[in-house]
């Protein structure tokens, strides 16, 4: 819960606020960017919501905060109910942002992916017993896919509950020693029709990306969109090996995809075209390339 003794100066007046225990994680700035702005080490209100609409995304923030920073001078129960119950909230085609991230995980975002044949959690949010029981009235989870060692959080406990398979890399296994499913190598691994597991060591050695359907990455804290510069990013400081992760960005290239769905950082839909162009741009400002050396 947030403390209102410790509410940040730099809010502006009015009932949300963010206290000084913001880890600055930017998932509040995600989901309500019309509310909450970055102001040097932490997220601050800047515009108190003032629509139905932005009170939501407020009390969704306030929700999803890994560490309970964001609180308010009065609570609207009706909205705040509202909110709760709109976890896992959906993108499309039966991909949902999942909510409740941890700070195991540094607040990272997780996903769930309904499927016929099998539902998916990507990385894991906070066990909750409302946010299990939301995924058991879809369907359960068959598959928790591990993007790296940072994003595990509460993946054990979920795997216990449905009785989940635990993918995760050989090389950041040190953080589900138990996983039942351990890839091992660089190649991709095609899991189920529709779900390719594709090793994209550099971040870390261990980490992978889930492409699914063409159409939907599940990039770890490999690739992630930056609204700011707009424009793709890729680690520049938590880097295990850069020469590995240039080739890791290289090896999606050709892959057609339209979303990129990170742990950190916001997520993107572009036209596939318009994908592969935004991955060459990186390409070439990262590893200050020629267009030739694509
Ligand atoms: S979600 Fe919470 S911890 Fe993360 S930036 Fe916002 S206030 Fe800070
Ligand atoms: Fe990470």
Known sequence: MANFSKRLKTNVEGNFFVDSTCIDCDTCRQLAPSTFVEDGDFSVVYHQPWSTE????????????????????????????KAHASFPLPIENGVSYAGFNSEKSFGANSYFIQHPNGNWLVDSPRYLKHLAQAFEERGGIQYIFLSHQDDVADAARYA????????????DSSAMPDAEWIINGEDTVQIEPEFICIPVPGHTAGSMSLLYNHRYLFSGDHLWWDRDLNQLGTPENLVWDDEQLERSIRKILNRPFEWVLPGHGERIHLPWHAMKSAVEQLILRRWNFTPSQI
């Not at 969704?60 to 560490?67: E, F, G, H, N, W």
């Not at 216990?160 to 090389?171: C, E, L, S, V, Y």
Request: hydrophobic share 40%; aromatic share 8%; charged share 20%.
């Open 160 to 171: 216990k509950t449905f009785g989940a398979t635990r993918i995760i890399h050989q090389n």
């Open 54 to 81: 932005e009170e939501l995304a407020a009390y969704q923030a306030l929700i999803a905060c890994p560490v309970g920073s964001i609180g308010t001078s009065k609570k609207n129960p009706k909205i705040f109910s």
